[in-house]
């Protein structure tokens, strides 16, 4: 998981000073990396009501959930089979050279005066995003929290502006 912004910054970087050897490749990566269970946790801490669980336990819970056939259709529901196939031992995240990413962006950062920010997920950028799902209308507020939920601004006109966006977040 890398913020959005972080990719741009290494698009345009990469663009600007493009990799050359030992191959043209700026992979995209963000450290330091939270780990699943940490983002989890992170719900936690702002306020979500959300109980870490051992994978076999949750797995179990899973399958009796589908093949009870009640409740909302998701729309995770398609990555049902992946979630289900011991996916502790099936994925591992693989180590990525971005040796070209980091040229490409001290380069940027050396012509542009303008310091790298947020090259990673944090719990504190979660709590960003958060923020922002509860002002849109995507996420109801959390019910209890060790630490309030970060401020977001967003315009009204902004928020009109959202609800001709298609998909789940419009009308």
């Not at 990469?14 to 043209?24: E, M």
């Not at 870490?52 to 049902?80: I, T």
């Not at 790298?116 to 929290?145: D, N, Q, R």
């Amino acid at each position: 998981m890398v913020p959005v912004d972080h990719v741009a910054r290494v698009v345009v970087s990469s663009t600007l000073h493009p990799p050359v050897t030992p191959l043209g490749v700026a992979q995209v990566t963000g450290t330091p990396r939270l780990r699943f269970n940490e983002f989890l946790g992170c719900l936690e801490t702002w306020g979500y009501p959300i109980k870490q669980v051992d994978y076999v336990p949750w797995k179990a819970s899973l399958e009796r959930y589908v093949a009870a056939g009640v409740g909302d259709v998701h729309a995770l529901l398609p990555l049902y089979h992946f979630v289900t196939a011991d996916l502790p031992s099936s994925t591992k995240a693989p180590e990525l050279d971005d040796a070209n990413t980091k040229k490409a962006l001290a380069a940027d950062v050396h012509e542009s005066g303008r310091p790298l920010t947020e090259t990673a997920v944090s719990k504190e950028l979660i709590g960003k995003y958060l923020a922002y799902l509860v002002k849109i209308g995507f996420l109801p507020p959390p019910t209890h929290s060790e630490k309030p939920l970060p401020e977001v601004h967003i315009s009204s006109e902004q928020l009109d502006a959202m609800k001709d966006i298609g998909g789940r977040g419009g009308v």
